[in-house]
Each structure stands twice: as structure tokens, then as C-alpha cells.
């Protein structure tokens, strides 16, 4: 059954078609990988899929129903949540206080229980939460360390347990293996891995071909906006168009 459905999708900026016409499907509990070269439009389908961008034209439907023109903050609520390729931590807190952030952010938490005074209970209920997702994400340790000096392998874990404080049903991961050494890139693939077992559906968006082809159940492959090819890690590893479009850019 398919979490997500994106139809006839079009994202255009003046005359440039950064997405045109784009349609595929995410299956519930898949890892599913959006891969292309550089400015074929993933980042840009991650903006409109979140409600950061307007489509052009088309739609997105998550769970059956249409996501697409909702603020990016109702799309959360509705239970899709994406990280971002730079990082968007706040480097003066603390790990955990990055994840307690990542909880707020959960729209669910509404203020109607805050004014009947369970403000308190809500509170040690989140920063417990917020602890499991820490110690879940193998960063339990340096929860009370400033994120300015964590490693690098570390902060991407760090976006992904602020993404999951949210409590999404998708996920969509822009780019959590760059700039990963080897070590650190296993590390990512096992935390994904048990995300994706936990019951969360993922889409990712990565330039690490190891890393998409390890992972993925199932690919699509964009090339200036459009869609070039879709199928298995094998069909797409075969495909002369997805070939091409590598080598012909590389
Ligand atoms: N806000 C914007 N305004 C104008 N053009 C944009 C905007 N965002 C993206 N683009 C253009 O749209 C195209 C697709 O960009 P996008 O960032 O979606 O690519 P990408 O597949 O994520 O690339 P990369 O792998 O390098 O991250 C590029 O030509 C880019 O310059
Ligand atoms: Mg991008």
C-alpha cells in the first residue's frame, strides 16, 4: 500500500522546471530512495512533499489525502517530517535540548492541556521521550554535550533524532551520509535501518550509491525534474539511462 503518492508534480522557478511532471509512489514501511545528479530536483521535491514550496501544478496525497497547499507546520502534524542537507541544529545547545526542541515542534502537544495545568506532566513526558530517542539514536552518552562539539557522524544522527522527537510517519532524508567516513556511514545505515524498523517509512534523498543501494527496497531516479527510471537496487544499477545520466555529468 502506498504511504505517499506524488501526481503529475510540477515545481517551476521562472522558466526552470525544477520538478515537471513528476509521479511516483512510497510504500508503507519501505526505505525508498529519490537519487539523480546534482540539481535534478530531490531537494526541491523534499521542499514541496513538506510544504515549503507550492507545487506548480499537481499534487501530493499522504495517506489518501492531499498534503500539498497545507503550511509546512500542518504536514508535521499529519505525521511527515524532513531533514535538512546543511545542518539546521542549534549548535550552542545542548544534545539533548536540540531533541526537546524537536518535541515542541509536535503539534499534538496542543493548548488546551497546557491550560488545564498538565504543563508538568506534559514536560517529564516529553524530556523522557526525549531521552529514549537520544539513547535510540546511540546518543544517550553526549546528552549533555554542546552540539558545536560533537563529530560530524554525530550531528546527522543528532538531525535525525530531532526529526523523529516530531513522531513522523515519513521521514524524508536529505543527504545524511555526506561527508561520512566509512566508519561513520555504516554507523547511519544500522540507525536508519532501525528507524525504518521502528515503523517509520523513509524516503531518502543521497548521493552515497553504497549507501542508497544497501538500504533501499525500491528507487526513483530524477534527471532534470523529471523521472528517469524506477525499480529495485538491481534494475536501476542495470538501467543504461541511469548509467548515462551519471556518467554523462560526472
Ligand atoms: N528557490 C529556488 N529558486 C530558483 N531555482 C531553484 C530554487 N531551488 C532550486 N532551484 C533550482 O532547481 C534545480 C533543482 O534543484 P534541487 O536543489 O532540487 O536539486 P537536487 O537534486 O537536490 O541537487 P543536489 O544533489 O545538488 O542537492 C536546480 O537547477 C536549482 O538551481
Ligand atoms: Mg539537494
Known amino acids: ?40 530536483g530531490k531537494t526541491t521535491t523534499f521542499n514541496v512533499i513538506s510544504g515549503f514550496y507550492k507545487p506548480t501544478a499537481g499534487e501530493v496525497v499522504f495517506g489518501g489525502h492531499r498534503i500539498s497547499g497545507l503550511r509546512p507546520s500542518r504536514i508535521a502534524a499529519r505525521g511527515v517530517v524532513r531533514t535538512f542537507q546543511a545542518t539546521t541544529l542549534f549548535q550552542e545547545l545542548t544534545v539533548f535540548e536540540n531533541v526537546l526542541v524537536g518535541c515542541h515542534m509536535d503539534s499534538r502537544v496542543g493548548p488546551i492541556s497546557a491550560l488545564l495545568g498538565s504543563n508538568r506532566r506534559i514536560e517529564r513526558e516529553t524530556e523522557a521521550r526525549a531521552q529514549e530517542i537520544l539513547e535510540f539514536m546511540g546518543l544517550g552518552e553526549l546528552r549533555d554535550d554542546e552540539t558545536v562539539n560533537l563529530p560530524h557522524g554525530h550531528q546527522r544522527a543528532l538531525g535525525i533524532a530531532v526529526a523523529l522527537a ?82 554523462g555529468t560526472a
Open 1 to 40: 500500500m502506498s504511504l505517499l503518492e506524488v501526481r503529475d508534480l510540477s515545481r517551476h522557478f521562472g522558466g526552470l522546471a525544477a520538478v515537471n511532471n513528476l509521479s511516483f509512489a512510497v510504500d508503507e514501511g519501505a526505505i525508498h530512495g529519490l537519487i539523480g545528479p546534482n540539481g535534478a
Open 166 to 247: 516530531a513522531q513522523p510517519k515519513l521521514i524524508l532524508l536529505d543527504e545524511p551520509f555526506t561527508g561520512m567516513n566509512p566508519e561513520e556511514t555504516r554507523r547511519m545505515m544500522a540507525l536508519v535501518e532501525r528507524v525504518r524498523n521502528q515503523g517509520v517509512t523513509i524516503l531518502l534523498v543521497e548521493h552515497d550509491m553504497q549507501a542508497v543501494m544497501g538500504l533501499c527496497e525500491q528507487i526513483t531516479v530524477l534527471s532534470f525534474g523529471e523521472l528517469l527510471a524506477e525499480g529495485t537496487p538491481d534494475e536501476i544499477r542495470a538501467d543504461p539511462a541511469v548509467i548515462e545520466a551519471y556518467l
